[in-house]
């Protein structure tokens, strides 16, 4: 419990404050609820001493008013202070978590960790941000009260005190116990949430692939197993948790009639007074429901614990170091520079002693066999990896030196697969460059060859794009994308040139906007079609990691390696010559 509340203050940030400020008024509020009773028991010794006046019952009546007021009042601070705590806490803390996740390797996403994201932010955080404030406030003001009912038994009989302490002992042993089971089963809880989120994002994802290969019977198994689980999990908990509130209740039960037994026992025998006595009575069905109320509301405190241990463990993860601070200066350097780079995915290497450089306004082709490490090498010149030995030196200085966003205004990337986000056409642009003019974004797109074809959509350049608004076919968000490249107009392109076909005008069009966008530029093209690359100022032949030819088109063709089959295999089944 008390480590709960240090890790919930310790993510609160500059809203501690509110926290410790709704503690103490609900507090001051759980006091407040015994004035009721204290009253009650100083009418109750009064008439029983003989000394209640219609004063004094005035005056009571007058304090219980009061008491009520001012408990509300306390109460409605309480509220204000909480109430949006959780939301503000966590809108922070999804902020940081977005920065953080932008920092991570790209090696986390494609790990499959997507369905681990999306439930730590759609359901971990939902349920502390809902939950936290209010239990919190609550949990300690139970905790409270029965340390103001122990205090009460204490004063009526020390015997009393003893053992209200025993009996409140007995539930907290019983308690820790459930505490424990609950955490195992939460931890169990929250997995397969996330199992099944994972189970949803692929087959909403893939569902595609999955009607094209009549998968819809085996795939819907999987997402209704991981449905199935869920829900045998989530039985599990309530199974396991229900026994131990059950000892707690029964504990609480037997604990109430002891102390009445125990209270009558020592009023028959002379050693307890009638007023307290009396008093002892006030307090009996109150006494210990502040402790079983605490441990009703522990599993949603168990939960949250669970909840805090994926989204501390996500903030965990290591971000790719962004440590740089130096600029680009060297202009007598090549604009790229690989020096011996070994890189490996997991343990096997992927790419072994890669060293080329690529001058300034030069283009450079990777070809070879399909998984020969063509993308990988690219992907190295952004930092989505780091090497695992040697240095990429972008105009004479490593990568890891220049700070990540220096690096990234750098370089420009044309993928295959085209992202474009849920938004208008003109922000999908736009976001190649935030600060561009309305001008700016026009003219990119006239440059990338989408405007016409923008200006036919329903809103023109305002057309929402994905679900709900317009779709473009796969060659029109291509070019969209380039012409997002075009704005940002950075100095180096990477070009992973797509190997699916489009049809001859898109083609045209794409080649087109590629022209504009590659004009004065450094360009490394990852080439799957020969006939893109014959003027090339440099090819290189990617195999096996390695490079295993390298120079211009005709002297690897007059090399008759690699290259020259490749061509030669080309030309065969497509009539292409160069
Ligand atoms: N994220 C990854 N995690 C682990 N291994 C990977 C990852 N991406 C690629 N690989 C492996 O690295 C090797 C090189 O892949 P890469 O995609 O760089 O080849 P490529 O030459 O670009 O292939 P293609 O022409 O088919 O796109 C392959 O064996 C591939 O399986």
């Not at 509340?5 to 503690?23: D, E, F, H, P, W």
């Not at 939460?186 to 094209?212: N, R, Y």
Request: hydrophobic share 45%; proline share 2%; net charge negative.
């Amino acid at each position: 419990m008390i480590g709960m509340i240090k890790r919930i203050l310790s993510v609160s940030g500059k809203y501690q404050g509110r926290i410790y400020g709704a503690m103490g008024f609900s507090f001051l509020k759980g006091l407040l609820v015994k004035v009721p009773i204290i009253l009650t028991y100083f009418i109750v010794t009064t008439f029983i001493d003989g000394t209640l006046t219609n004063k004094t019952a005035v005056y009571s009546a007058i304090a219980l008013v009061a008491s009520i007021i001012v408990q509300a009042v306390f109460q409605y601070i309480a509220d204000r202070l909480q109430s949006g705590a959780g939301y503000l806490i966590f809108a922070d803390m999804r902020m940081k978590l977005g920065e953080h996740l932008r920092r991570l390797p790209m090696g986390y996403f494609t790990e499959g960790n997507i369905g681990k994201i999306s439930s730590v932010l759609s359901t971990d955080m939902v349920f502390i941000e809902e939950n936290c404030m209010m239990v919190l406030a609550d949990m300690m003001n139970y905790l409270f009260s029965q340390a103001i009912m122990i205090v009460f038994m204490f004063v009526f009989d020390w015997r009393l005190g003893l053992a209200s302490l025993a009996v409140t002992g007995c539930i907290v042993l019983l308690g820790r116990s459930m505490m424990k089971n609950d955490l195992v089963h939460s931890d169990e809880k929250q997995k397969a949430s996330e199992i099944q989120t994972q189970a949803v994002l692929d087959f909403t994802e893939g569902i595609g692939i999955i009607k094209t290969y009549n998968l819809l019977g085996d795939k819907s198994k999987e997402l209704t197993d991981s449905f199935d689980t869920n829900c045998r999990v989530n039985l599990d908990f309530e199974f396991s948790h229900h026994p131990y509130k059950r000892g707690v209740f029964l504990i609480y039960g037997i604990g109430t009639v002891l102390m009445l037994t125990l209270s009558a026992f020592l009023y028959s025998k002379g050693l307890m007074d009638m007023k307290y006595f009396f008093g002892m009575l006030l307090c009996l069905f109150d006494l210990f429901v502040p402790i079983k109320t605490f441990y009703d509301q522990e599993a949603r405190l168990t939960v949250m614990s669970a909840c805090m241990d994926r989204i501390e463990a996500l903030f965990a993860e290591k971000e790719l170091d962004d440590n740089g601070t130096q600029t680009m200066t060297d202009s007598n350097a090549p604009e790229i520079e690989y020096l011996n780079v070994t890189f490996a995915y997991d343990k096997k290497d992927i790419l072994k002693d890669v060293s080329f450089k690529a001058d300034k306004g030069t283009m450079t082709a990777l070809v070879g066999p399909s998984g020969g490490g063509k993308s990988t090498i690219a992907s190295l010149l952004t930092r989505f990896w780091n090497v695992k030995s040697g240095e990429i030196l972008l105009r004479g200085t490593d990568i890891r030196k220049i700070p990540l966003a220096a690096l990234m205004d750098n370089i420009s990337m044309v993928f295959q697969r085209v992202y474009l986000f849920q938004d208008t056409v003109y922000n999908n642009i736009a976001l190649g460059r935030p600060d561009a003019s309305r001008e700016e974004v026009l003219e990119a797109a006239k440059k990338a060859r989408c405007y016409d074809f923008i200006m036919e959509l329903p809103d023109g350049f305002d057309t929402l794009i994905g679900e709900g608004g317009a779709s473009l076919s796969g060659g029109q968000a291509q070019r969209l994308s380039i012409a997002r490249c075009i704005l940002k107009d950075s100095p180096i392109v990477i070009l992973d040139e797509a190997t699916a076909s489009v049809d001859a005008d898109n083609e045209s069009y794409i080649q087109q906007a590629i022209s504009e966008l590659c004009k004065g530029k450094t360009l490394l093209v990852i080439a799957h079609r020969l006939n893109t690359i014959a003027h090339a100022d440099h090819i290189m032949v990617i195999k096996d990691g390695e490079i295993a030819e390298s120079g211009d088109h005709k002297s690897l063709m007059d090399m008759g390696g690699i290259y020259h089959n490749m061509v030669t295999k080309r030309a065969v089944s497509t009539g292409w010559k160069n």
